[in-house]
């Protein structure tokens, strides 16, 4: 095989064109799903601290977002809910006048071809934080749990969601959610299932803004454990035979390795969730001055999608978008 000096692989980034032309992964707009965090009331655009630029924004203050969103050409959002009371059965997540429902209203009355897309789960709701219906002794009812789980996605599509993705970890929640949408007459609906979901500390600031941490114990039983990856293929291969469309890795970055082996083995879209911890450091390190932000969110982006993202959720979104719209 020939060397040096015959091969000089410095002439394939010799310039700015030379370099898009060549570029083996690139950064669209059109990957970008943007999370957003909906809460009752009015004039209500609290700033999340730990998420600098992102927001618990009520019902009328979330349509300049829409219009924001929209203008920069990013295809989906992912919402959140903030009820208005908690119970031991989490019953806002499948009322159909809860603020996520809600909110569906409102964003596809104003933006019709918005892509929308409904976080499945109960922890924002119950009154003991997990995602879950409790057993006397604390543990979570896994099929209790599921029909719940149903009823919240039927709900949401009801209101108009455009696609379900539910991140309970419970086991059967896909069957459970697909056999509910089609016998709702929703077989069209698809489901991004939270497939690989790891119990992580990067979630530290999103349950702030959601106000979901547990108050007793912690997630380990049902999230993944962070050693694990043969146990993240079996939950991946399991949710898509139950019918998953698209399969997601959160967080991203700690779990590129787990991103690129479901790309080699599973060849469906894979989306890959960069979490509000991710985030977080980011903004931190951008504000202190030690990093440049703009070149660092590009960076993170590049390597998500060249460890086999196709979709990416992140708050960068708007950001991103805007400087890759430049």
């Not at 700015?16 to 992964?25: D, G, H, L, Y």
């Not at 989906?76 to 806002?92: H, M, Q, R, T, Y």
């Not at 909110?103 to 934080?129: F, N, S, W």
């Not at 059967?172 to 509910?180: F, H, K």
Request: proline share 5%; aromatic share 8%; charged share 25%.
């Amino acid at each position: 095989m020939a060397g040096f000096p015959q091969v000089r692989l410095r002439r394939l980034r010799s310039s700015e064109a030379m370099r898009r032309m060549v570029s083996e992964t690139s950064v669209s707009v059109d990957d970008f799903i943007y999370p957003l965090f909906l809460a009752h009331g009015r004039d209500v655009k609290e700033p999340i601290p730990p998420m600098p630029g992102i927001f618990q924004l009520s019902l009328d203050m979330l349509l300049p977002e829409i219009d924001e969103i929209t203008a920069l050409g990013i295809p989906a959002v992912l919402l959140f809910g903030l009820p208005s009371s908690k119970d031991a059965l989490g019953s806002e997540a499948y009322d159909e006048h809860g603020i996520i429902q809600e909110g569906i209203r409102v964003i596809k009355q104003a933006a019709p071809d918005l892509m929308v897309i409904t976080d499945v789960c109960l922890c924002e709701y119950t009154d003991h934080g997990h995602c879950g219906v409790l057993f006397e002794d604390g543990r979570v009812d896994n099929d209790a749990t599921l029909e719940l789980l149903a009823r919240t996605a039927v709900s949401h599509v009801e209101a108009g969601a455009d696609m379900v993705a539910p991140s309970a970890m419970m086991d059967g929640q896909i069957a459970a959610l697909r056999r509910a949408l089609d016998s709702s007459g929703y077989s069209d609906t698809p489901i991004m299932a939270y497939a690989a979901k790891y119990s992580s500390a990067f979630y530290g600031p999103f349950r702030i803004a959601a106000g979901s941490s547990p108050q007793q114990g912690d997630r380990k039983a049902y999230q993944m454990d962070p050693g694990s990856t043969r146990q993240a293929m079996r939950e991946m291969e399991l949710d898509h035979e139950e019918g998953a469309d698209i399969l997601m890795v959160k967080p991203a970055l700690a779990y590129l390795d787990v991103l690129s082996r479901a790309r080699q083995r599973f060849d469906v879209p894979l989306a890959a969730y960069n979490v509000s911890g991710e985030y977080s450091m980011v903004k931190a390190a951008a504000q202190a001055g030690w990093l440049d932000e703009r070149q660092v969110v590009i960076e993170t982006m590049t390597s998500l999608k060249r460890a086999g993202a196709d979709l990416i959720i992140t708050y960068h979104a708007k950001d991103a978008a805007a400087w890759l719209n430049e």
